[in-house]
Antibody
Framework: EVQLVESGGGLVQPGGSLRLSCAAS????????MHWVRQAPGKGLVWVSR????????SYADSVKGRFTISRDNAKNTLYLQMNSLRAEDTAVYYC?????????????????????WGQGTLVTVSS | DIQMTQSPSSLSASVGDRVTITCRAS??????LAWYQQKPGKAPKLLLY???RLESGVPSRFSGSGSGTDYTLTISSLQPEDFATYYC??????????FGQGTRLEIK
């Protein structure tokens, strides 16, 4: 069974830093692109960042570019999100998500942007 | 970024009703459209992708259609467990993934 378990959330002051982790199990972690998606309280889903399977390529939403860094440790089956210079508007539940496996019918590039499995989320609150 | 606009933002319906939710993209997305269901306090769940392809394990009362910029999610006969918030997502653009603002489906 695929499991994604986020941790590392909490209360942090504006300008502070936090590192989120996502422990993966039940699948070959090193074969899948991974993403972070966030959801502010009472609001919708917002894509944050993604990383390819070996960690050599990353991408970020404009709102976090230059402040957040996504990384992974395939030996530890763990995804990370280092968040620096945090702002009040970064307050949200942060989900890690695994993409679909290859379907044989959809282009691989598109499968890598579809979220089949999600963690339970970890809440980050940025407030003084 | 491609903007995704869902309508309605909220909807009241009864068990057994047929319900349709619409999602419009700011430019054509060539059926690169997924639908997710989210219940309070839970992570989203993938329902459909490629506009009309049902994810494994999702009941057949859920269906999707559309092309170009306009897409719909239909629930043919609402069940009590279907009351939730639904999001569309475009995955066409390599510049960024975007979601609709959500449609909250409530019990009438």
């Amino acid at each position: 069974e695929v499991q994604l378990v986020e941790s590392g959330g909490g209360l942090v002051q504006p300008g502070g830093s936090l590192r989120l982790s996502c422990a993966a199990s039940g699948f070959t972690f090193s074969s899948y692109w991974m993403h972070w998606v966030r959801q502010a309280p009472g609001k919708g889903l917002v894509w944050v960042s993604r990383i390819n399977s070996d960690g050599s390529s990353t991408s970020y939403a404009d709102s976090v570019k230059g402040r957040f860094t996504i990384s992974r440790d395939n030996a530890k089956n763990t995804l990370y999100l280092q968040m620096n210079s945090l702002r009040a508007e970064d307050t949200a539940v942060y989900y890690c998500a695994r993409v679909l496996p290859p379907t044989g019918t959809l282009p691989a590039a598109m499968i890598k942007r579809l979220f089949q499995h999600w963690g339970q989320g970890t809440l980050v609150t940025v407030s003084s | 970024d491609i903007q995704m606009t869902q309508s309605p933002s909220s909807l009241s319906a009864s068990v057994g009703d047929r319900v349709t939710i619409t999602c419009r993209a700011s430019q054509g997305i060539s059926n690169s459209l997924a639908w997710y269901q989210q219940k309070p306090g839970k992570a989203p769940k993938l329902l459909l992708y490629a506009a009309s392809r049902l994810e494994s394990g999702v009941p057949s009362r859920f269906s999707g259609s559309g092309s170009g910029t306009d897409y719909t999610l239909t629930i043919s006969s609402l069940q009590p467990e279907d009351f939730a918030t639904y999001y569309c997502q475009q995955y066409y653009s390599t510049l960024g993934i975007t979601f609709g603002q959500g449609t909250r489906l409530e019990i009438k």
